[in-house]
């Protein structure tokens, strides 16, 4: 077994001369300490599946390997040299759990001591001939230099008018077969790292290459490209090229932190669900999950993702990552995952509701940092713990008031759908104003802290969150008076305007809730009657919490439900009227 300071690498041999795609694959492997001064290369390429293998030859013993591996091996093998190679599936014992641990843990530093990685996108298709896939590179190439390769660069280069959409058609549709929507290689965890963290990538397409920094480039340039006709007739093609190759230069050049990476990337899947976190951890420095970075796979998913909620808590010091939405009952839910864990599972169908087709996934990332329920309160680091055993989260909050009034949660247009349209929103909104109404015509004045007649300026302000977003649901301000009487005429009309964004991001995650003294919110689909609303110090965001059946009053084990919008407490006033925070424990 390899220790903690060991990797092993892997030789590979020439094909004596004989055919190379005919010639069986042999390799020697090497132990050498780690860090090492010898140069070698890594890959990065799906795995495929474990029922589809070839034996090879390593170390004069036939080993099994994927025949997606062995593809690449052969394409990468040189005729008279030895090549040496780091490649996850033969340089770790995957039957032996204690050094598959320790040598993922390492795997960010191999990526980043490697003197190449070369990416391998599979084989070109049968249905696409080779002059189209690489004419399809040499556009790219176009993009990025904005001119022609030079005459004699490539022997397969073909002359083609890049002006033309009808010339274009079979390069952008060989181009298309490698882009997110057809190769697997864009939504695997694992290829994340072996993708930004290399200081050097090639790109390899059968017995085609590309440089990475060529397809960056081109990226680069896309964006900002002025309109073309021609590239806009395959605007989809490029875009599930160019939008992946963005996101992982921005990763390279650290734009985002922890908690951002995580969101931004869950989509990408891992055949091992562990893998969902232990694919990120390279990216950042030692010590960012010290929870995490043991790399234990004999832990749950449920344990390791509640285990990751609560790094990233302590490294962001902040609640930014319980104030994500959490999915309850999809095909990809963790099973027993606390409700308050980011559910790094959950892939697929991400999102329980969509308004006219926009799932708006970015909307409770982008928000939390608009309001400041907690006034200045911080989180009580000494009283905030992570109980593995009850797979828990204690800390500290200050319950507020109960929910008295659970609008109806929304409901898709047709059975068995998610999706909510212009006019199915603007008759829920209505149904609950008319709840609403008749709650504070039957609420007693003098049992209420807040001034009821306010409400219906509550009602409006808390169906945008009291905030203006842009397109992309990110916050361009706080809501104004025009704001809300857009608002009003899109309940009256059903016709999309300039708050369209920002009402329905908000909807797609909450639906109204009043507490009993007569505020005015909303919570999450899921809140009921009974929930409370609480303030936890540090969290921007009041949150609704359930208190837990069978449990003594002592324990103050909550259930989370989810975070809100709350009107009138938003910038810390509830602070004034709340007894001091006590010790909870979050399931």
């Known amino acids: 077994m390899l220790s903690k300071t060991e990797i092993r690498i892997l030789d590979l041999l020439p094909s004596s001369g004989l055919n190379n795609s005919d010639a069986p694959i042999q390799c020697r492997s090497r132990v050498v300490p780690f860090p090492t001064d010898i140069d070698f290369e890594t890959l990065s390429y799906v795995w495929g599946t474990v029922q589809d293998v070839i034996n090879i030859s390593v170390d004069g013993n036939d080993v099994p390997i994927t025949t997606n591996l062995a593809a690449v091996l052969k394409r990468i093998r040189l005729v008279g040299e030895i090549r040496t190679v780091w490649v996850d599936q033969l340089c770790i014992n995957q039957q032996d759990e204690e050094e598959k641990a320790n040598q993922v843990a390492l795997m960010g530093r191999i990526y980043s001591t490697t003197s190449q990685c070369l990416i391998w996108l599979g084989e070109i298709g049968q249905d696409i001939s080779l002059s189209d896939a690489q004419t399809g590179l040499d556009f790219i190439y176009y993009v990025s230099e904005g001119k022609r390769k030079q005459e004699g660069t490539s022997e397969l280069s073909v002359s083609v008018d890049f002006d033309s959409v009808e010339a274009l058609r079979g390069p952008m549709r060989a181009l298309d077969s490698i882009g997110l929507k057809y190769n697997p290689w864009w939504a695997r965890m694992w290829t994340l790292q072996e993708a930004v963290l290399p200081p050097k990538a090639c790109v390899l397409w059968g017995q085609l290459s590309i440089q990475w920094e060529t397809i960056v480039s081109a990226a680069s340039r896309w964006i900002s490209l002025p309109y073309d006709p021609v590239i806009y007739a395959y605007y989809d093609t490029l875009y599930n090229i160019f939008s992946q190759v963005r996101g992982l230069v921005f990763a390279k050049e650290n734009r985002q932190g922890p908690l951002d990476t995580a969101f931004r990337w869950s989509f990408r899947g891992a055949s091992n669900p562990l893998d969902k976190v232990y694919g990120l951890i390279g990216l950042f420095p030692p010590g960012t999950f010290p929870r995490a970075r043991a790399c234990d796979y004999g832990l749950s998913p449920a344990t390791l993702y509640a285990m990751f909620t609560a790094d990233l808590i302590e490294h962001h010091q902040s609640l930014h990552p319980i104030a994500l939405r959490y999915l309850r009952n999809l095909p990809q839910s963790t099973p027993e995952l606390p409700r308050w864990a980011f559910d790094l599972a959950v892939s697929g169908p991400q999102f329980a509701f969509t308004l006219d087709g926009g799932d708006y996934g970015w909307y409770l990332m982008s928000t939390y940092d608009c309001y400041n329920a907690c006034g200045a309160t911080t989180i009580d680091w000494s009283r905030f713990r992570y109980d593995q055993t009850l797979n828990a989260l204690e800390l500290t909050g200050c319950m507020?008031?109960?929910?008295?009034?659970?609008?109806?949660?929304?409901?898709?247009?047709?059975?068995?759908?998610?999706?909510?349209?212009?006019?199915?929103?603007?008759?829920?909104?209505?149904?609950?104003?008319?709840?609403?109404?008749?709650?504070?015509?039957?609420?007693?004045?003098?049992?209420?802290?807040?001034?009821?007649?306010?409400?219906?300026?509550?009602?409006?302000?808390?169906?945008?969150?009291?905030?203006?977003l842009d397109s992309d649901s990110f916050s361009e301000g706080p809501a104004t008076s025009e704001d809300i009487a857009l608002a009003k005429e899109f309940v009256r009309t059903g016709s999309r305007n300039e708050t369209y964004y920002s009402m329905f991001a908000n909807l797609v995650h909450r639906k109204m809730i009043i507490t009993k003294t007569g505020l005015l919110g909303f919570g999450p689909h899921h809140a009921e009657v009974g929930d409370q609303v609480w303030i936890l110090p540090g969290g921007k965001m009041p949150f609704v919490l359930r208190p837990s059946e069978g449990q003594s009053l002592s324990t103050n084990e909550l259930l989370f439900i989810g975070s809100s919008y709350v009107?009138?407490?938003?910038?810390?006033?509830?602070?004034?009227?709340?007894e001091p925070a006590i010790d909870i424990v979050l399931r």
Do not use: C
Not at 434 to 445: G, K, L, S, T, V
């Open 400 to 468: 507020l008031d109960s929910i008295a009034v659970a609008g109806p949660r929304p409901r898709g247009e047709e059975p068995d759908t998610s999706n909510l349209s212009r006019a199915g929103v603007a008759r829920m909104i209505q149904d609950w104003y008319q709840i609403a109404e008749e709650f504070y015509q039957n609420q007693p004045r003098h049992e209420s802290i807040y001034d009821t007649n306010s409400w219906p300026e509550s009602f409006w302000k808390g169906l945008l969150a009291n905030i203006k």
């Open 567 to 578: 009107d009138g407490i938003m910038e810390g006033e509830a602070m004034e009227l709340v």
